[in-house]
């Protein structure tokens, strides 16, 4: 098949859709198909694809490109190719790996917590935050995305919970594929510097303050008042935590490493027996948990949203934002040596879920099936 993959935002930007996008497609042209990725991120890639990308085409191009493909699959919020598969009467895919057709900001979530995930309650609510103009603009937004989730596109929830957050016609789920062999692969066994590790932004709805808070628990007891955290990543919220933990007595005990790549990555989270994703908001998926596991790292995440369902009965989940939870998870996946050898065990068949071949075929069964019903119709 010739697959047109719209990524609104890729490589070299970095983040949970650039990854998708990129494993997709590098999937797809593995298993004999002809992809082209259309994104509006700009720059000069030195990182070599199986692919073509085209960045920010022209109106003429986009057209031109709609009209030499079998399908159009768009990965994540943007519609910027739903003109184009309109007038060509090529079929459109739309993975759904966020909540972008039920509230406004397609988190539930802003920088200052939660937010309704209904439309109406999410529009008035960003209304009143924003300002007459820029929250009807952003009404206007989410009452598009919702008439092309409902009547033009074949909506793929990137989970069984998005999915069960909106309610649309022609909707099935199918996971979306992450590098993960790289983890697997590149999973090595060096010193513990760390019992426990958190990779992912320092924004508020990652839960950081959660899991700091935590460790402050796990320090007043006596069992674990050694344990240390190391935490990988950055964000705005870096300096407030960075204050937390001083303030918390957790200075020599929580470690910031920043944001770390490739090897550096794989080796700060073998360092570590335990990984935690304390997200608060409702994480959609959860690729980073998906990542600890194929490391070969225990995992306790957020009992609400799709890390919990991806991680299934390989790992231990809290109630969102609750520090107390979590400490308590935390104490007993780094007291039970059985229960941690049990949980890595399972993992090895839950992995066998998200092996990226396996998923990219089912898109493209899901492709050709989209195809025939297509044709059929017209």
């Known amino acids: ?9 890729f490589h070299p930007a970095v983040g949970g859709v650039e990854t998708i996008s990129a494993t997709l497609a590098e999937q797809l042209c593995n298993l004999g198909h002809q992809v082209v990725v259309v994104t509006e991120t700009p720059g000069d890639s030195t990182r070599p694809f199986c692919f073509e990308v085209v960045r920010r085409p022209s109106i003429r191009e986009r057209w031109k490109l709609a009209r030499s493909v079998d399908i159009i699959h768009s990965n994540g919020a943007s519609l910027g190719m739903v003109p184009y598969a309109a007038m060509s009467g090529v079929p459109f895919a739309w993975t759904h790996n966020g909540y972008q057709v039920t509230c406004v900001d397609g988190l539930g979530w802003n920088e200052d917590g939660p937010t309704p995930m209904e439309p109406m309650a999410s529009f008035r609510h960003h209304l009143k935050r924003l300002g007459l103009i820029r929250g009807l603009v952003q009404g206007i937004k989410l009452g598009a995305r919702r008439l ?5 596109a074949y909506n793929i929830a990137a989970t069984k919970w998005v999915a069960s957050r909106q309610c649309l016609p022609k909707q099935l789920v199918s996971y979306t594929p992450y590098p993960l062999d790289r983890f697997a ?15 992912g932004r320092m924004v508020n709805e990652k839960g950081v303050e959660t899991l700091i808070r935590a460790m402050a628990i796990l320090h007043g007891g006596r069992e674990l008042c050694g344990a240390s955290l190391a935490l990988v990543g950055d964000g705005p919220l870096r300096p407030q935590l960075e204050d937390l933990a001083a303030s918390l007595g957790l200075k020599s005990a929580v470690h910031f490493l920043g944001l770390l790549q490739g090897e550096d990555l794989i080796r700060a989270i073998c360092s570590a027996s335990i990984g935690v994703v304390p997200s608060v908001y409702e994480e959609p998926m959860g690729g980073v948990a998906l990542e600890l596991l194929a490391s070969g790292r225990c995992v306790i995440v957020s009992e609400r949203g799709g890390m919990a369902e991806c991680v299934g009965d390989a790992g231990l989940c809290f109630k969102n934002g609750d520090p107390s939870d979590l400490a308590d998870k935390m104490w007993l996946l780094a007291t039970d040596g059985t229960l941690r050898n049990h949980l890595l065990e399972r993992a090895k068949s839950q992995m066998l879920l998200f092996h990226e071949t396996e998923l990219a075929k089912r898109y493209v069964s899901i492709y050709q099936d989209i195809a025939k019903v297509r044709k059929h119709l017209t």
């Open 1 to 9: 098949m010739k697959i047109l993959l719209h990524s609104h935002t």
């Open 148 to 152: 092309v989730a409902k009547h033009f």
């Open 185 to 199: 692969q590149g999973a090595v066994k060096i010193e513990q510097r760390y019992d426990f590790v958190f990779v």
